[in-house]
């Protein structure tokens, strides 16, 4: 399985990260850093990952012929969103996406921002009718998380959950 994972915008960008240090070790992984991201990953990284730049736009992961099989953008800043939504592929981000997208891949998307306005859920709207997973980083409660780390891990492991990747990171409805 091949799995990108997109960090777009600053804020969040951890949660980001640790996604993807949290994808099982069989999965070929890639990552794509926005300009915003702002993070040096050479010397953190100990996993074997595929790094990107954003404006590598002739990157294998832009093609539908190398096979991505799922794609995550978090954080998903509202710039990333509307662009997604438009069909604009000005970066490697975009232009994955909307791989993603005409290729009928499941491409999940974060959205960071709150509260929405009506143009991001107007954007979010039309891209659910295309089939895209918008799954903000919403805390739950059932699951009794008693520290960020709980609460970031039971996110991850839903969003593991809608792109069919198996994992133990919370603890499930009994």
Request: negative net charge; glycine residues 6%; contains cysteine.
């Amino acid at each position: 399985m091949k799995v990108v994972v997109a960090v777009s915008g600053a804020s969040g960008a951890s949660l980001g990260l640790k996604t993807l240090y949290a994808l099982p070790d069989p999965i070929e992984k890639h990552l794509i850093l926005s300009e915003h991201a702002e993070i040096v990953l050479d010397k953190e990284m100990n996993k074997k990952i595929t790094l990107h730049q954003n404006s590598e736009i002739w990157a294998s992961i832009a093609s539908g012929s190398f096979g991505v099989d799922a794609m995550m953008v978090i954080p998903c800043s509202m710039n990333t969103l509307a662009k997604i939504s438009c069909g604009i592929a000005d970066n490697l981000i975009t232009r994955a996406a909307s791989v993603m997208i005409k290729e009928q891949k499941k491409l999940l998307l974060a959205p960071r921002e709150m509260p929405f306005s009506a143009i991001s859920l107007e954007n979010m709207q039309k891209l659910a009718t295309l089939g895209v997973i918008i799954a903000p980083p919403v805390m739950a409660y059932y699951s009794e998380q008693d520290s960020l780390e709980a609460m970031e891990n039971f996110m991850i492991g839903k969003w593991f959950d809608l792109l069919g990747i198996p994992n133990d990171l919370y603890q499930r409805w009994k």
